[in-house]
């Protein structure tokens, strides 16, 4: 890896950081990187949740130290990703190079369609909802969420936000809270198994991490209230070229 890669890698990991905790999105950025700088899609799915995993610990603890959690209901839906991220992440493993690049293409425009609609999916103003039915449909939610985390991960932070405010009613800092822990359990998960098939390069993920785990402290301890309407506008410019570039020139 060249000094230009590490420098690279080590802003697109502040950019993303920021990016993944104060919204959701940044891996639909960095796992494009890595595949564009040479890594097979598998080794680039796998090393990325380096970076997802570092970065979501010093979030939760950012949030922590605001005294942000949502406990134990973030445990409850955090089982059942779990489960679901084991049999994503093993799923992943199987699949070709070049198919893998066109569904990361199409998931790139559909969870930016997600992107555009997040403020209509996000309800303001209502009171916190808990019933048991309530919990009990996000719980079964979260398996399908941890399925598609283990599985690619790029932008399953929206689908977490549009699960827990849709439902539940919660503020963004409290959803994102949330959010942080049930990625830092299903990730460590994850990366346990690419660990096991030796499909993480360590290099690559580390320096990106390094990035990323700077700009989740920093985002998580003071831009909790920051209007992400510019984020959204960048992810969207920058995925719609990356997606382009995935389907036609993998």
Not at 118 to 146: C, D, N, Q, R, W
Not at 185 to 193: D, F, G, M, Q, R
Not at 196 to 218: K, P
Request: glycine letters at 10%; charged letters at 10%; proline letters at 2%.
């Amino acid at each position: 890896m060249s000094l230009i890669d590490v420098l690279i890698l080590i802003s697109v990991g502040f950019v993303t950081g920021v990016i993944n905790t104060l919204a959701g999105g940044g891996s639909l950025i960095t796992l494009p990187i890595f595949i564009f700088m040479g890594l097979p899609p598998v080794a680039a799915n796998a090393t990325n949740r380096i970076g997802v995993f570092l970065q979501s610990v010093v979030a939760v603890g950012g949030y922590k130290s605001k005294g942000v959690s949502v406990f134990p209901f973030a445990i409850y839906v955090s089982i059942t990703a779990v489960i679901g991220s084991i049999i994503g992440a093993y799923f992943a493993m199987d699949i070709r190079g070049e198919v893998f690049n066109k569904i990361l293409a199409i998931v790139m425009l559909l969870v930016m369609a997600l992107t555009i609609l997040k403020p209509y999916l996000i309800k303001k103003g209502e009171e916190e909802v808990f019933t048991p039915k309530s919990k009990a449909l996000s719980i079964i939610l979260f398996f399908f969420v941890g399925l598609y985390g283990g599985f690619i991960q790029a932008g399953v932070g929206f689908l977490i936000i549009a699960t827990l405010t849709g439902i539940h009613g919660l503020s963004m800092v409290k959803t994102n809270s949330i959010k942080s822990f049930v990625i830092v359990c299903y990730t460590a998960v994850a990366l346990v198994i690419f660990i096991i098939e030796d499909q993480v390069r360590w290099d690559y993920g580390l320096t990106l991490a390094a990035g990323n785990s700077v700009g989740a402290w920093v985002t998580s301890r003071w831009s909790v209230n920051v209007d992400d309407k510019w984020v959204r506008l960048f992810l969207l410019i920058t995925v719609i070229g990356m997606a382009v570039k995935l389907w036609f020139f993998s």
